[in-house]
């Protein structure tokens, strides 16, 4: 089950960082692309040389057992030396000094034979091939001399060509398959970590399982983006059926305690908690009940702006006493009233935390049904925490993939310090496609419908 688990934890990873995979591997490509293309071809011809003496084979030669392994070796660095490989140097049509010469050979004595196979690498084909067969002459000629003991007798040992001089029909450098699998290899390898390393490096809340246990309160629920705008969505869409799992379940919160003022808040701003705010006041007043959405944002307050309702009296000079609740009330929709922000006053933090707050609170407890406070972000100013301690309960939005753990941790603690009543967190903006994306009602919707069969007939389709 662990092992389950965590393999699809590494694919949940892989897919939450495959464009940083691909343009890892496009690029790994790209450079092994130009390698093939701009390096310039090596050359490679081949000989194999037999050693043998003039009267049988290998066998026959004193110590051939020493001669297949220490002598092969003595001829091996006999190619590159002076004897051998001087007399080729800037010859016609080699044009090489003595040590590319001998960079260009190489020697591989096969074990436990007398065979030897000597290789020519060199940029210029035809050169390759030139030099070898002057090589192989030269040092043939140079292992007789040296094995002749008596100048007036046959040499002890016969060098003969079984194979070669040839030369390879392809360069072997660069070699493009290699080096495109490599490529992809260290693509990987590089995309890997890097993905690992943003994985480690990402202190955001990405999931609800990780809310859950930063704010040790239930995740209502999940909501995603909707395309139709944060404010007011279609009633058959994702994120208003998100929004109807969290209606429900601060109702069965009701239903066991006293929950009828509603604190919304959140982090940091950006996380949607005046949308949320406003869903949820649109679908307490859908169910039947006398709701108030009270824009407590008195330093930026935005409601009446999206609500289409006037904003130049509202919260704010009910609380300096310029205005009644009645004067201000403005209704939206049937069961939905607005209580806007007002005019921004000089001391917003004061004025929530006044009396005059608490008997406004205690008011609309009267008279509405359900009372939805969206309040600044806690972390910035300490307007939020000052209402959420006089609200029944708190929401905590917490935006998907952007707030960071130690965000809501200290958001959480805000709310601890004021004994506000944390009913649960609300992860907003959740992706709708992706490794962390979430069954959605689109899903619903798509699923199997009852075709007709004949007559009257009906049949069920089964996925």
Known sequence: MGVSVGLREYLRVARRNRWLLAASLVLSLGVALLVNLYTTPVYAARVTFFFSTPGGGAGDMPGASMFSGSRLSTYAELLTSDEVAEPLAWTPGVDLDLEEIRESITAEVVPDTVIMKVAVEDRDRNRTLLLLTRLSSRFAAAVQELERPDPAEPSSVR???????????????????????????????????????????????????????LTSAPVLARVPMDPAG????????????????????????AATGSVKTL????????????????????????????????????????????????????????????????????????????????????????????????????????RFDVVIFDCPPLLPVTDAAVVAARADGTLLVVRARRTTSAQVTDAVRALHAVNATLLGCVLNMVAGKGPDAIPTYDTYLSGPKPQPRGRGGWTMQVA
């Open 159 to 213: 060098v003969t060509i079984v194979s070669g001089p040839a030369l390879d029909e392809d360069p072997v450098s660069p070699n493009p398959l290699n080096n495109f699998a490599l490529a992809m290899v260290a693509g990987l390898v590089v995309g890997a970590v890097g993905a690992v390393g943003r994985e480690v490096a990402d202190n955001t809340v990405r999931n609800a399982e990780a809310l859950q246990v």
């Open 230 to 253: 944060p404010f007011v969505s279609p009633s058959a869409s994702p994120r208003t059926e998100a929004l109807r799992e969290i209606r429900t379940r601060v109702q069965c919160a």
């Open 263 to 366: 604190a919304v808040t959140s982090a940091v701003p950006g996380e949607g908690r005046s949308a949320t705010a406003c869903g949820l006041a649109l679908l307490f007043a859908e169910a039947g009940q006398r709701v108030l959405l009270v824009d407590v944002e008195l330093r930026h307050p935005r409601l009446a702006a999206f609500l289409g309702r006037e904003d130049a009296a509202g919260l704010s000079t009910v609380l300096d006493g310029t205005a009644a609740l009645e004067q201000v009330l403005q209704p939206w929709g049937a069961g939905l009233w607005l209580l806007a922000g007002g005019r921004t006053p000089p001391n917003p933090s004061e004025l929530l935390s006044s009396p005059r707050m608490t008997e406004l609170v205690d008011e609309v407890r009267r």
